[in-house]
C-alpha cells in the first residue's frame, strides 16, 4: 500500500524541498522515522533558530524551503521567525504537526488549535480536509510560498501520514509552475514546443481569456494548430467565440464524461482558467493517462490547484498572442459548420428551450448575457452561444442571488448596451429587491423569469438520491406581481405566440431603454 508518508515524500523531491529544518515533537515521528537517504535532515534547538536558518537558505536558493514544527509549541515559538521570513520575503513551506485526527476533537494532549497562529504572516495556511490530500497541500504550499515570497504552512495530523494514498485522482496541483511577465522567451519557447510536438491538441477556455485580445489570440492559436475549442465546465464568463466552427461545446460536469471528451488529444491547453473544475464528485481522474495539460492563467490561485503538468501565471491574451506565432502551422482541412440548434415550436407547454432558442434568433450579438437557471442552465449554454467579449456573465462561486443585481450593475457601466438576465423563478426572489433600484435610476435591463413554481433543480438532484424532497412547489409565487409591486413594468407570458410578440417588439430597442421590464414566462418544469 502506498502511504499518504510515500506520496508526500515525492511531492517533496519534485518541488526540491530535500532538505527539512526541523525541531520535532512526538507529533512528527511517523513522518520522520526511517527517513529516506535523498532527504536531508537539519536540526535546530529552538524554532526560532529552525525558521531563521530555513530563511537564509530559502533567500539564498531563491527557492521554497522546508520546515518542520511541533504543534502548538513548537508553531507558536516560530511566530516571531515567521514574521521575519515574510517581511525578508523568505519563500518557506511549513509543516506543522497535529495530533491525531481520530480524536482531535476530544482535545487529547498536545492537540493545538492551529488556525490563525500565526496571524497574517503566513501567505496561506490550510489542514487537508482528509489525510489523502496531504501532499496536494504541500505541493499547492510549495507554489503559493514562491509566488508570494513568504511562508505558507500545511497542518498535517500525526495520523495521516500512515493513511493510504489516493492514486484514483490526480494531484489537484501543478508539477511544475511559472511567472511570465508580459511575453517570456523561455516560457514561450517551451510551451510551443508541447504544442509542435503534440499529434492531437485541444484548447479549454475559462473566463480569463474573455477580452477581445484573449479572444483574437485564441482564434489565432486555434488556426494555427487547426484544433477544436472547449468552454470550461462552470466558465462564468465565455473565452471563445462560440459560434466559430472550433468550439464544441461546454465540457461536461463529471469526470468520466470530462475524460471522454478529452481522450482523443494528447496535449490539453487550457487558457483562462483552471485544470479542472468540476461539480458533482466523480471518481478518477480528469484526462486520460499519457495527457499532457498545461494551463495558461492571470490568477495565481488558480494556477496552484490545478492538476496540470505546466502551470503558467501571466497575462493570458499576450501568452496566447504570442504562442500563436511561435508554433508550427498545420494543414487545415475545410471548416466544419457550427453545430446546428433547431429547436421545434411547442405543441403544448412552454419550455425552457423555446424561451432560450426565441431569444437566441433574436438578440443583437453585442448583448451580455446573464445566467441564474440552474435547472436549466446547460440547455441555455447549448441553445445561446455567445458571439462577442462579455457576452455572457453567470455566477462563478454558484449561489444564487448574482445575476439579477448583476446585470443592472453592468448596464449602469455601459448603458447602451443590450443586457438581460436569464433567471429562474427561484433563484429571482434571492436579491429580486434589486428591480427598485433598476426602476429608480431608469436601468433598461430586460429580466426574463422562467417560473415552474418550484426548485426544479432541487427536485431533480433529491431524484438522483432516490429520495422525495421535503419542499413543497411555490406555485402561488407571482414574480409579475412583486416585481410591480417594486414599480418595474412586467409581463407575464404563457404561450410562445405571446414570447415572440414580446421579444420582437423588445428586443430590436433594449440598447436604447431607460426602464427595466420583467418578463414572466411560465414555463413547464423538466425532468
Not at 477580452?211 to 464568463?237: I, K, N, Y
Request: contains cysteine; aromatic residues 6%.
Amino acid at each position: 500500500m502506498r502511504t499518504v508518508r510515500d506520496a508526500a515524500f515525492e511531492v517533496l523531491r519534485q518541488q526540491g524541498l530535500t532538505r527539512i529544518f526541523a525541531n520535532p515533537g512526538s507529533t512528527e515521528v511517523a513522518l520522520l522515522a526511517d527517513l529516506p537517504d535523498d532527504l536531508d535532515f537539519v536540526l535546530g534547538l529552538h524554532e526560532g533558530s529552525v525558521v531563521g536558518m530555513a530563511s537564509g537558505y530559502a533567500l539564498a536558493t531563491g527557492s521554497p524551503a522546508l520546515v518542520l514544527l511541533h504543534t502548538t509549541a513548537g508553531f507558536g515559538n516560530a511566530v516571531g521567525a515567521i514574521a521575519t521570513a515574510r517581511t525578508n520575503k523568505a519563500p518557506l513551506v511549513i509543516l506543522v504537526g497535529q495530533q491525531d485526527r481520530r480524536h482531535v476533537a476530544s482535545e487529547p494532549f498536545l492537540a493545538g488549535h492551529l488556525d490563525g497562529l500565526a496571524g497574517a504572516y503566513a501567505v496561506s495556511s490550510r489542514q487537508p480536509a482528509r489525510a489523502a490530500d496531504v501532499p496536494a497541500a504541500i505541493a499547492r504550499a510549495a507554489h503559493e510560498a514562491a509566488l508570494h515570497r513568504g511562508p505558507a504552512v500545511v497542518v498535517v495530523p500525526m495520523s495521516d501520514w500512515a493513511e493510504s494514498a489516493d492514486d484514483t485522482i490526480a494531484v489537484p496541483a501543478p508539477v511544475r509552475l511559472r511567472v511570465c511577465r508580459g511575453v517570456d522567451e523561455e516560457v514561450g519557447a517551451e510551451l510551443a514546443a508541447v504544442l509542435d510536438g503534440a499529434s492531437n491538441p485541444v484548447l479549454v477556455v475559462g473566463p480569463g481569456a474573455d477580452s477581445a485580445d484573449g479572444w483574437a489570440g485564441l482564434g489565432a492559436l486555434a488556426d494555427r494548430l487547426d484544433c477544436p475549442v472547449w468552454q470550461e465546465a462552470h466558465g462564468s464568463q465565455a473565452g471563445f467565440p462560440q459560434d466559430s466552427s472550433r468550439f464544441r461545446g461546454h465540457l461536461p460536469a463529471g469526470r468520466a464524461a470530462l475524460r471522454d471528451a478529452l481522450a482523443p488529444h494528447d496535449v490539453v491547453l487550457v487558457a483562462g482558467g483552471p485544470a479542472f473544475r468540476q461539480g458533482t464528485w466523480e471518481q478518477g481522474h480528469f484526462v486520460t493517462a499519457g495527457t499532457t495539460v498545461l494551463v495558461v492563467t492571470a490568477d495565481p490561485e488558480e494556477a496552484t490547484y490545478s492538476a496540470a503538468h505546466l502551470a503558467v501565471v501571466g497575462d493570458v491574451a499576450r501568452v496566447m498572442t504570442d504562442l500563436a506565432e511561435r508554433v508550427a502551422p498545420r494543414h487545415a482541412p475545410e471548416a466544419q459548420p457550427p453545430r446546428s440548434r433547431m429547436v421545434l415550436p411547442p405543441q403544448g407547454s412552454l419550455r425552457a428551450e423555446h424561451v432560450f432558442a426565441a431569444l437566441a434568433d433574436r438578440l443583437p450579438e453585442e448583448a451580455t448575457v446573464f445566467e441564474e437557471s440552474p435547472s436549466s442552465r446547460r440547455l441555455l449554454l447549448d441553445l445561446m452561444p455567445t458571439r462577442r467579449p462579455f457576452g455572457f456573465v453567470t455566477v462563478a462561486q454558484g449561489g444564487l442571488g448574482f445575476a439579477l443585481p448583476a446585470s443592472i450593475g453592468v448596464r449602469m457601466a455601459r448603458p447602451n448596451r443590450p443586457v438581460v438576465a436569464l433567471l429562474g423563478d427561484g433563484a429571482s426572489l434571492y436579491n429580486i429587491q434589486g428591480l427598485w433600484s433598476a426602476q429608480h435610476y431608469r436601468v433598461g435591463a430586460l429580466f426574463v423569469v422562467l417560473s415552474n413554481g418550484g426548485y426544479a433543480v432541487m427536485d431533480r438532484l433529491a431524484a438522483g438520491h432516490g429520495g422525495k424532497p421535503p419542499w413543497p412547489a411555490f406555485t402561488e409565487v407571482s414574480v409579475s406581481t412583486i416585481a410591480a409591486g417594486f414599480g418595474c413594468a412586467t409581463s407575464r407570458v404563457t404561450t410562445h405566440d405571446e414570447l415572440t410578440d414580446q421579444l420582437d417588439r423588445i428586443l430590436p430597442t433594449l440598447g436604447e431603454r431607460t426602464e427595466p421590464l420583467l418578463l414572466e414566462v411560465v414555463v413547464e418544469a423538466t425532468a
